[in-house]
């Protein structure tokens, strides 16, 4: 059983920076990719970042230059470092993983920006 755990969430201040992990259990050199989605109250969810376990690395728009995915395979987590966060970076942050056949989430992490 795969499990995902995020951690990292808050409530900061616009312009501020937050960095959320997302701890997997064994390896994550087993996951194609492994990918950082949010969702905010009446919208669906949308792809933040991902990595690709060759290193491809591919951003949203809304985030390019101000967030940055990274993996660290010893430690089996995956970041996410937000800067410059804006009120509409508010939502819950779920961390997500696949392999050929299935695909995995964590239970979110909560991000509140306020102006």
């Known amino acids: 059983q795969v499990q995902l755990v995020e951690s990292g969430g808050g409530l900061v201040q616009a312009g501020r920076s937050l960095r959320l992990s997302c701890a997997a259990s064994g390896s994550i050199s087993r996951f194609n990719t492994m990918a950082w989605y949010r969702q905010s109250p009446g919208k669906q969810r949308e792809l933040v970042a991902g990595?690709?376990?060759?290193?491809?690395?591919n951003y949203a728009d809304s985030v390019t230059g101000r967030f940055t995915i990274s993996r660290d395979n010893a430690k089996n987590t995956v970041y996410l470092q937000m800067n410059s966060l804006k009120p509409e970076d508010t939502a819950v942050y779920y961390c997500?993983?696949?392999?050929?056949?299935?695909?995995?989430w964590g239970q979110g992490t909560q991000v509140t920006v306020s102006s």
């Open positions: 990595i690709s376990s060759g290193g491809s690395i």
């Open positions: 997500n993983a696949r392999t050929l056949l299935y695909v995995y």
